[in-house]
């Protein structure tokens, strides 16, 4: 075990104490979630509040716990399982990153690497580790499910799948991307066999030299490859098979409170993904090998094509006709996107538009810093994944680009000490900020405090 996984234990677990001693009620929505896992442990499984919207894979995580260790489900306890997420969160990633870098992985399974240790202190992940919600054990889950892919231990992925999806229905997607990443990797670097024939290649030339004809030839010649790739996608299909009889079963995806919780066209989440994206995620976008310079450079060379300005033009239109406005974020004063929304956005209606250029420097400046090492596809599955998960959300919520963010960053290659180092204080500055704020800064006789 690495000394810096162990300090960054020590200082999630010191971190979780002070919440503990400070918030010493269910806040903002533990109160849903902390008395359903209570009547669990009560052995109430009949029990449910109909305001939840996820299924009970919280509830049952938490206790699974209480039966192993003997605690009682008291509100240190229940926030303890989004901790030991937290906690194991280093040593996921750690597999995933050499997955990307072509790399062994530790043969310890507490040796996390440093640059893991530095992407599990990503702002919003790191911030609601010490609260009962379901986002860390949601993105763990999910990175167990990829993983296991990339093992080729495709019914384990699966089965790692079905868990993610009891945390989240939507976590069905990342079921997929698990499935298609690793066999894009496969795919790339498979070889024939001696005294065999060549095997069928799928057309995927490397991202950066790539051009929107090579994405048609790569279509044209999936259909060649799909016959040594379709057995392994049965364990996938199973998971596919018993979402849909969920929803068949549900009515929809959606668990409970579904009238305010809609799905919506709201394309314009995209570009705040981007936005957003691009603010916390910097010190990783100018870690390639030409640096700063180099990347405003590729970019303003790409920002000068016709493609920019189709896609511009089409980002006019989707944010004309798509924004959404949310009661609940507008009704909210206890999040910071209340703040951006209402100074910065709703300042005057021509301001959604300003952003388009920025938006599209940073889809650009992400192609580019990930796209160095992988080929067309394996650049653009995450992004086409990324479609269904963020477009039927009204909401504008940062919880929702955590995994998202996690595996964009996971996929970044190149990234010297020093430049790791920066991207390590600059998290740690947000997070010192933010859960300072939410701690020691209350309103209102400590009743309301801000969060992300």
């Given at each position: 075990?690495?000394?810096?996984?162990?300090?960054?234990?020590?200082?999630?677990?010191?971190?979780?104490?002070?919440?503990?001693?400070?918030?010493?009620?269910?806040?903002?929505?533990?109160?849903?979630?902390?008395?359903?896992?209570?009547?669990?442990?009560?052995?109430?499984?009949?029990?449910?509040?109909?305001?939840?919207?996820?299924?009970?894979?919280?509830?049952?995580?938490?206790?699974?716990?209480?039966?192993?260790?003997l605690l009682k489900c008291t509100l240190p306890m229940l926030r303890l399982t989004s901790l030991l997420s937290l906690l194991a969160l280093p040593v996921?990633?750690?597999?995933l990153l050499c997955f990307h870098q072509r790399e062994r992985h530790p043969t310890s399974l507490l040796n996390a690497r440093a640059d893991a240790i530095v992407l599990s202190a990503f702002p919003i992940a790191w911030f609601f580790g010490f609260l009962y919600y379901t986002d860390i054990p949601s993105l763990v889950t999910v990175l167990l499910t990829i993983v296991a892919a990339t093992e080729?231990?495709?019914?384990?992925?699966?089965?790692?799948?079905?868990?993610?999806?009891?945390?989240?229905?939507?976590?069905?997607?990342?079921?997929?991307?698990?499935?298609?990443?690793?066999?894009?990797?496969?795919?790339?670097?498979?070889?024939?066999?001696?005294?065999?024939?060549?095997p069928k290649k799928l057309h995927d030339p490397p991202a950066l030299a790539a051009s929107s004809v090579d994405l048609l030839h790569a279509i044209r010649s999936a259909p060649a490859i799909l016959p040594d790739i379709l057995p392994l996608f049965i364990p996938y299909a199973s998971v596919l098979a018993l979402f849909g009889a969920f929803v068949v079963w549900n009515g929809g995806i959606v668990l409970g409170d579904k009238a305010n919780h809609v799905p919506a066209f709201h394309i314009p989440q995209l570009y705040y993904f981007l936005a957003f994206s691009t603010i916390l995620g910097w010190p990783a976008l100018i870690g390639?090998?030409?640096?700063?310079?180099?990347?405003?450079?590729?970019?303003?060379?790409?920002?000068?094509?016709?493609?920019?300005?189709?896609?511009?033009?089409?980002?006019?239109?989707?944010?004309?006709?798509?924004?959404?406005?949310?009661?609940?974020?507008?009704?909210?004063?206890?999040?910071?996107?209340?703040?951006?929304?209402?100074?910065?956005?709703?300042?005057?209606?021509?301001?959604?538009?300003?952003?388009?250029?920025?938006?599209?420097?940073?889809?650009?400046?992400w192609f580019l810093r990930v796209g160095q090492e992988q080929t067309l596809l394996q650049t653009l599955v995450l992004p086409i994944c990324t479609l269904p998960i963020l477009i039927p959300t009204p909401l504008l919520e940062p919880r929702y680009f955590v995994i998202p963010y996690i595996l964009l960053r996971s996929q970044i290659v190149g990234m010297t000490p020093r430049r790791l180092a920066v991207e390590g204080i600059w998290y740690g500055v947000i997070n010192v900020m933010t859960m300072g704020v939410f701690l020691y800064l209350p309103r209102a006789d400590g009743s309301i405090r801000f969060m992300w």
């Open positions: 075990m690495s000394a810096w996984y162990l300090l960054f234990c020590a200082f999630c677990v010191l971190t979780l104490k002070e919440v503990n001693t400070l918030v010493g009620e269910p806040y903002m929505d533990e109160p849903f979630h902390v008395p359903q896992a209570q009547a669990y442990c009560r052995g109430e499984f009949m029990t449910w509040d109909p305001k939840i919207t996820t299924p009970p894979g919280l509830y049952l995580w938490s206790l699974l716990l209480k039966r192993v260790f996921v990633l750690t597999r080729d231990k495709h019914w384990l992925a699966a089965l790692f799948g079905i868990i993610s999806c009891s945390f989240r229905q939507t976590n069905v997607i990342w079921v997929l991307y698990a499935f298609a990443s690793s066999q894009l990797m496969e795919l790339r670097f498979r070889r024939a066999l001696p005294g065999q024939p060549p390639g090998s030409g640096g700063l310079q180099g990347l405003i450079r590729d970019v303003g060379y790409r920002m000068r094509s016709v493609f920019t300005v189709v896609i511009s033009i089409v980002m006019a239109v989707t944010i004309n006709l798509f924004t959404i406005h949310h009661p609940f974020l507008l009704s909210d004063n206890r999040h910071y996107t209340f703040y951006v929304w209402r100074r910065v956005f709703m300042f005057h209606h021509v301001v959604p538009y300003l952003f388009i250029p920025g938006y599209v420097a940073c889809g650009w400046a």
